[in-house]
């Protein structure tokens, strides 16, 4: 089956708290790619970071951090010193062109 | 940058009204697609198309049905609305098969009374 996997529905932190959202993914298909996409309050998709099956480096981008890890089927994001216009919800989502979107993490980060 | 343009960012219409939201894309995607969104379930599929009028069924086509008449333009369609597509609807595109991340609307957000 394919099935993208985000068991975090919510979370709060306190700004400045690291936080780390948790994405397990099933695929049938030997090359995919695993994507983060951010939904602010206002609605529309922001994409993040994308990965190659074949690439388990991992990846820091700023305040931002992926851990992919093809043995526990996980693609997991860190939030570095959180801040309040982190607040969104988080998707993660694997395919190729068409994908598989979780139901996504919602983040409250409060001043 | 590619931009895709949905025509409204809200909707209300009635129940058993035909309802068209349109996508437009800028960027000569070949892939578009249509989902909607709902709080617990995440972005399910409805359809995609992969080319002029060509069209694929996805996850959740049941009381939907789209076109694609121009590459840069695809239509979602509700033949007879009923209130359960109360919904966020989003469209999306991507240039073709490979590793490119689609690229999304604003969304519009549709009420059925």
Redo the contacts between chains.
Sequence with gaps: AQKVTQAQTEISVVEKEDVTLDCVYETRDTTYYLFWYKQPPSGELVFLIRRNSFDEQNEISGRYSWNFQKSTSSFNFTITASQVVDSAVYFCASGTYKYIFGTGTRLKVLA | DVKVTQSS?YLVKRTGEKVFLECVQDMDHE?M?W?RQDP??????IY?SYDVKMKEKGDIPEGYSVSREKKERFSLILESASTNQTS?Y?C?S?Q????????????T?LSIL
């Design positions: 960012r892939n697609f989902y617990g379930l995440g972005l399910r599929l995609f966020m989003l999306a991507v073709s098969r490979g590793n490119q991340p689609q690229h999304f609307g604003d969304g957000r």
